[in-house]
Structure formats: structure tokens, C-alpha cells
T-cell receptor, first 111, second 115 residues
Framework: NAGVTQTPKFQVLKTGQSMTLQCAQD?????MSWYRQDPGMGLRLIHY???????DQGEVPNGYNVSRSTTEDFPLRLLSAAPSQTSVYFC??????????FGPGTRLLVL | QKEVEQDPGPLSVPEGAIVSLNCTYS??????FMWYRQYSRKGPELLMY????GNKEDGRFTAQVDKSSKYISLFIRDSQPSDSATYLC???????????????FGQGTILTVHP
């Protein structure tokens, strides 16, 4: 039981490049979320999903896309990377009303 | 104004001290309250989860909620160097629909417990 896994651990992008951050969970959780963490800002919700095929926006969705075709996977796509998207990204999964389990994070640097 | 405010510290205490961490919030719709601990370069992990006003104790940790004042606290007794981490408060509105997926976090408090 690996819990929540994220790849890559670290990535450097140039402005304008696109990429996908991967997130997978093996706990059969219904809910999955993406957060970004910036110094002095805590974690801010980007997008979340309440089940396969159902997603919704969080607090800071601009510049990011998500889709959820399976229960296990919830990838986050950066369409055209900007320096403001330099951050640490965390994926989380949980059952309704239960605690959220976080992955180890992806550190992204956009030059 | 942020919905959830948390003093970012940093907070440095000697081993054995009692630590008090606090968050205030402005939206009375928040009904569920959590404290997460985050070690350096790791993901957050849940420490405490409370719903009602009052105290909840788990070992050396006590979570306190005062809904009338919109104020929550985490107390750590007999603090240890292994408690050195960032502590994040988080809260969620009443269950229903898609609200289960929406946590609002405080900024996090960096705690160092020195031997």
C-alpha cells in the first residue's frame, strides 16, 4: 500500500513550456485534490475531484487543468508555465468527511 | 483579509516546554477543524481533527476550539526535538456536496524545539 504517490519529485521548466504533474493513490479514495504551497501562504487549493469524471475549481485554478478518468489517478497540467507557478505542489486523497492523505510533493521551478 | 490567519512564527522553544499554536478565522461556516504537521520537504500529515467546541486530547497534543470566538489552538506538552516542524491549521465548511474536498489552510507556524 503506497498511499499517495507523486512524480516527478523535482522539475525545472522554462517559461511557456507545458507539463503534467502525476498523482496516484491506491486507497480507492473517492476524493482527490491538488494544492500549492508557497512561503507564508500555507496550502492553497487548485482543483479537486469528487470522483472519476467530476472535477471542480479551488481557490487558485488559473493556469492549471485537471481531469479524472480513473479513481486512482488525478494529473495536474500546466498549460504554459509562468514564473509565478514556481511552488511546491501536493496531491491529496480522502474519503468523504475523512482525513486527507498527502503525497510527498513535487517541487517546480519555472525560469 | 484571509479567511484563516495563523502566526507564521518562527517559534523556538527549549525541550520540555509547553507550546501553544493558534489560528483565527472569519467565516462562521467553518465547522470542522484540523491540525497538520509537516516535516521539512515532506507532505502534511494529520495530527488532530475536531468538530465541536471544546478540547480534544491525544497524548501530548491537545486541540481546542472556540467557535464563539472563531479561534482554535493546538497545545504540545513536554515538547521534544522531534516535534520540530511546520504546523498548519486547516478547516472545512459543513459537509455536503463538494465541500468535503475543500480545506482552507492557515499560513503555517514553523516550530523548533532545541535540546
Amino acid at each position: 500500500n503506497a498511499g499517495v504517490t507523486q512524480t516527478p519529485k523535482f522539475q525545472v521548466l522554462k517559461t511557456g513550456q507545458s507539463m503534467t504533474l502525476q498523482c496516484a493513490q491506491d486507497m480507492n479514495h473517492e476524493y482527490m485534490s491538488w494544492y500549492r504551497q508557497d512561503p507564508g501562504m500555507g496550502l492553497r487549493l487548485i482543483h479537486y475531484s469528487v470522483g472519476a469524471g467530476i472535477t471542480d475549481q479551488g481557490e487558485v485554478p488559473n493556469g492549471y487543468n485537471v481531469s479524472r478518468s480513473t479513481t486512482e489517478d488525478f494529473p495536474l497540467r500546466l498549460l504554459s508555465a509562468a514564473p509565478s507557478q514556481t511552488s511546491v505542489y501536493f496531491c491529496a486523497s480522502h474519503e468523504r468527511g475523512e482525513t486527507q492523505y498527502f503525497g510527498p510533493g513535487t517541487r517546480l521551478l519555472v525560469l | 483579509q484571509k479567511e484563516v490567519e495563523q502566526d507564521p512564527g518562527p517559534l523556538s522553544v527549549p525541550e520540555g516546554a509547553i507550546v501553544s499554536l493558534n489560528c483565527t478565522y472569519s467565516n462562521s461556516a467553518f465547522q470542522y477543524f484540523m491540525w497538520y504537521r509537516q516535516y521539512s520537504r515532506k507532505g502534511p500529515e494529520l495530527l488532530m481533527y475536531t468538530y465541536s467546541s471544546g478540547n480534544k486530547e491525544d497524548g501530548r497534543f491537545t486541540a481546542q476550539v472556540d467557535k464563539s470566538s472563531k479561534y482554535i489552538s493546538l497545545f504540545i506538552r513536554d515538547s521534544q526535538p522531534s516535534d520540530s516542524a511546520t504546523y498548519l491549521c486547516a478547516m472545512r465548511k459543513r459537509a455536503g456536496g463538494t465541500s468535503y474536498g475543500k480545506l482552507t489552510f492557515g499560513q503555517g507556524t514553523i516550530l523548533t524545539v532545541h535540546p
